[in-house]
């Protein structure tokens, strides 16, 4: 079983950057892919970034050139420039294992302000 913790949320100029953090805790050897989706407030979630074990990254067609994933370990980042309100969503970060399982984190927020 793995767990998942984000950190990086909080409220960000329209115009400006973040870097959202996510570790996971506990089996991470079988962590295939880690990814970032978000949820904006009634609309359904979408991917924003995922990055295979290998390195291969894809994103969503609104943020590619503006958004950058990486991983270490343990941990997926997100490195996000140019937001604007449209990027204001509850950011989530899910992994999948070896079986295919999903697991979420809990989710951070991020709000952009025009």
């Known amino acids: 079983q793995v767990q998942l913790v984000e950190s990086g949320g909080g409220l960000v100029q329209a115009g400006g950057s973040l870097r959202l953090s996510c570790t996971a805790s506990?089996?991470?050897?079988?962590?295939?892919?880690m990814a970032w989706y978000r949820q904006a407030p009634g609309q359904q979630r979408e991917l924003v970034a995922r990055?295979?074990?290998?390195?291969v990254t894809n994103y969503e067609n609104s943020v590619e050139g503006q958004a950058a994933t990486s991983r270490d370990k343990n941990t997926v980042n997100l490195n996000r420039v140019k937001l604007g309100p449209p990027d204001t969503a509850v950011y989530y970060c899910?992994?999948?294992?070896?079986?295919?399982?999903?697991?979420w984190g809990q989710g951070t927020q991020v709000t952009v302000s025009s």
């Open positions: 899910s992994v999948m294992n070896t079986g295919k399982t999903v697991t």
């Open positions: 506990g089996v991470i050897f079988t962590i295939t892919d």
């Open positions: 990055i295979g074990s290998g390195g």
